[in-house]
T-cell receptor, first 115, second 114 residues
Framework: EPEVTQTPSHQVTQMGQEVILRCVPI?????FYWYRQILGQKVEFLVS????????KSEIFDDQFSVERPDGSNFTLKIRSTKLEDSAMYFC?????????????FGSGTQLSVL | AQTVTQSQPEMSVQEAETVTLSCTYD???????LFWYKQPPSRQMILVIR??????QNATENRFSVNFQKAAKSFSLKISDSQLGDAAMYFC???????????FGTGTRLKVLA
């Protein structure tokens, strides 16, 4: 089965630093997502992205966050100035056509630790 | 706002036995899908099964089946003949036609006892 690829698998950063989390969605997919999961807690929606723009975002996705699809294959999440509470597993996901019944294909996640 | 609730933080089942994980949701939408995702220790989320709200027949995928009660807004997952490899976190999820957002519950950790 095709896979969503995320790099790095682990990222450690100092509070206040910028981080970029990278994802390569499945090649013919059109809808892209970032979710995060604080350890032991639920999977929280951050943002959805289609046609080179954000289609929806959550309250968590404030001005410190941004997403980009710089080259038609990569999909990145940037956190401008990390906080301790940004420590979480960040999942990238994609779907093909955005249909309501489509399954989300998830990457294996990037564990972000903010010290 | 739509919400998904999983009231069982943890469940245990003996190998080869059957277990049911509960999920309730709240929505005023009529066109939606419900999903169960499995998150093993590797933490990559995998789709287990999905159900369209318009279908009265409960979805089944091998040992996995759902009990979808639309009026009660309930969507439980039944795992038959439980195997050690079923041990994981299970998340119920919802998506309606008016949004691209999938909403997840808080998860149920399933332990399978040998």
């Amino acid at each position: 089965e095709p896979e969503v690829t995320q790099t790095p698998s682990h990222q450690v950063t100092q509070m206040g630093q910028e981080v970029i989390l990278r994802c390569v969605p499945i090649s013919n997919h059109l809808y892209f997502y970032w979710y995060r999961q604080i350890l032991g807690q639920k999977v929280e929606f951050l943002v959805s992205f289609y046609n080179n723009e954000i289609s929806e975002k959550s309250e968590i996705f404030d001005d410190q966050f941004s997403v980009e699809r710089p080259d038609g294959s990569n999909f990145t999440l940037k956190i401008r100035s990390t906080k301790l509470e940004d420590s979480a597993m960040y999942f990238c996901a994609s779907t093909g056509h955005g249909a309501v019944g489509e399954k989300l294909f998830f990457g294996s996640g990037t564990q972000l630790s903010v010290l | 706002a739509q919400t998904v609730t999983q009231s069982q933080p943890e469940m245990s089942v003996q190998e080869a036995e059957t277990v049911t994980l509960s999920c309730t949701y709240d929505t005023s939408e009529s066109d939606y899908y419900l999903f169960w995702y499995k998150q093993p220790p590797s933490r990559q989320m995998i789709l287990v099964i999905r159900q369209e709200a318009y279908k009265q027949q409960n979805a089944t995928e091998n040992r996995f089946s759902v009990n979808f009660q639309k009026a009660a807004k309930s969507f439980s997952l039944k795992i038959s003949d439980s195997q050690l490899g079923d041990a994981a976190m299970y998340f119920c999820a919802y998506r309606s036609s008016g949004t691209y957002k999938y909403i997840f519950g808080t998860g149920t950790r399933l332990k399978v006892l040998a």
